[in-house]
């Protein structure tokens, strides 16, 4: 079945540091991309999505490319800020348009 | 824009006791969900509704029940509490059924069960 698995967490950084989150996926089918952020004590929101293999999606200055070949949608900020800590999701939605969601990631930045 | 309304936002309860939990949305989507959250784990999907008057069971539905009482509200029935159960329950709406749709979550509702 379909799946996403994503880099186990906490991840700690420091502020002003770079941050990779590894999402890797597994469907035999053509899907659309998420990442949702999730602050504490609120639902999780859409970053951004990514509908076609090979673009990329980006907003608040974190981006991830869609990569069909190597089934992997890796979250990236070249510069992460205190602000930043939340948890991150990885999902995929298929063409029975099922959304499936990572485990989440729990980012922490230290000032 | 729009927003989603969970009540309440802490429920405890007694093992073997029915519960339930409300969702309202003034967003005017069609489809609703209710997803459990897990300490770790991912969102799981219990139930979603397409349309009003429809019910679909998703992955986790057993010990659930749901209705679709309005297009605006969805709610969500615990059948019978687990002892020790702790989990986060968020409901979410889109615009309509796709999986290429944003899904516009609420802030959940905390269970525990004594």
């Known amino acids: 079945g379909d799946s996403v698995t994503q880099t186990e967490g906490p991840v700690t950084l420091s502020e002003g540091t770079s941050l990779t989150v590894n999402c890797s996926y597994e469907?035999?089918?053509?899907?659309?991309l998420f990442w949702y952020v999730q602050y504490p004590g609120e639902g999780p929101q859409l970053l951004f999505k990514v509908p076609k293999a090979n673009e990329k999606g980006s907003n608040r200055g974190f981006e991830a490319t869609y990569n069909k070949e190597a089934t992997s949608f890796h979250l990236q900020k070249a510069s992460v800020q205190e602000s930043d800590s939340a948890v991150y999701y990885c999902a995929l939605s298929n063409s029975n348009n099922r959304i499936f969601f990572g485990d989440g990631t729990q980012l922490v930045v230290k000032p | 824009g729009g927003i989603i309304t969970q009540t309440p936002k802490f429920l405890i309860g007694q093992e073997g006791q029915k519960l339930t939990l409300k969702c309202q949305q003034n967003?005017?989507?069609?489809?609703m969900y209710w997803y459990r959250q897990d300490s770790g784990k991912g969102l799981r999907l219990i139930y979603y509704?397409?349309?009003?008057?429809?019910?679909q069971k998703g992955d986790l539905s057993e010990g659930y029940d749901a209705s679709r009482e309005k297009k605006s509200s969805f709610s969500l029935t615990v059948t019978s509490a687990q002892k020790n159960e702790m989990a986060v329950f968020l409901c979410a709406s889109s615009p309509d059924w796709g999986g290429s749709y944003e899904q516009y979550f609420g802030p959940g509702t905390r269970l525990t069960v004594l």
């Open positions: 967003f005017n989507h069609d489809t």
């Open positions: 509704s397409i349309t009003e008057n429809d019910l």
């Open positions: 469907t035999k089918q053509y899907p659309t």
